[in-house]
């Protein structure tokens, strides 16, 4: 099997987090911890013209983000019990909980704030591409609720053949540091 990605067409996604919404019940997880989550990004202003008007050079987008299942993640080294992997045959970076202790480095190494710190739990945990439902031959849920269908998922090098090779747009961490595992279709604001 080939290494897994998302695929996020950013000019479809209203915001919604109907993604996070899913993500976060199918893991039963507590309030602050998210596995995707869904960023706004504002820039501009409402400037007021000598003739009274207003002239506006406003930019608002959003953007889903989750783990990357990145070609080099950073969170793999940074563990001190070796509780994070990638799987050999689909790429996908996973935390084993019977190993790991909850040092939170992993949260500290990551650029884009996938693995989430459970303090009930006392470890560290994140997207693990919904594996199980993959097993059964469904989507992640954060693919089949999307309203939109702004999000997708497969081999990364089909997606970038179908979409191009676009993996990072403002506001993200540069793709250069972990080279993650998805492909943006930008919204006309967030191209770099």
């Known amino acids: 099997m080939a290494q897994l990605g998302f695929y996020i067409n950013q000019s479809l996604c209203t915001g919604c987090k109907a993604c996070s919404v899913s993500c976060k019940d199918k893991n039963n997880l507590d309030v602050g911890i998210n596995f995707r989550r869904v960023y706004s990004y504002e820039n501009g202003t409402f400037i007021q013209q000598q003739s009274k008007g207003l002239v506006q050079n406003v930019q608002a987008y959003y953007y889903s983000i989750a783990c990357n299942h990145c070609t080099n993640p950073k969170c793999i080294p940074s563990c001190p019990t070796g509780a994070i992997t990638k799987k050999k045959e689909s790429g996908v970076v996973t935390i084993d909980q019977k190993v790991c202790q ?14 989430q710190y459970n303090p009930k739990e006392f470890k560290s945990d994140k997207c693990d591409f ?16 999307c309203p939109m269908r702004a999000i997708e998922f497969g081999p990364v090098e089909k997606l970038r053949k179908k979409y191009g090779s676009i993996s990072q747009i403002k506001g993200m961490p540069k793709a250069s540091i972990t080279h993650p595992n998805i492909v943006i279709t ?6 770099l």
């Open 130 to 145: 919904c594996m199980n439902l993959q097993e059964k031959g469904e989507e992640p849920v954060c693919v089949s609720t």
């Open 102 to 115: 909850g040092a939170q480095l992993c949260v500290k190494a990551c650029p884009y704030g996938a693995p």
């Open 186 to 191: 930008p919204h006309k604001d967030a191209k």
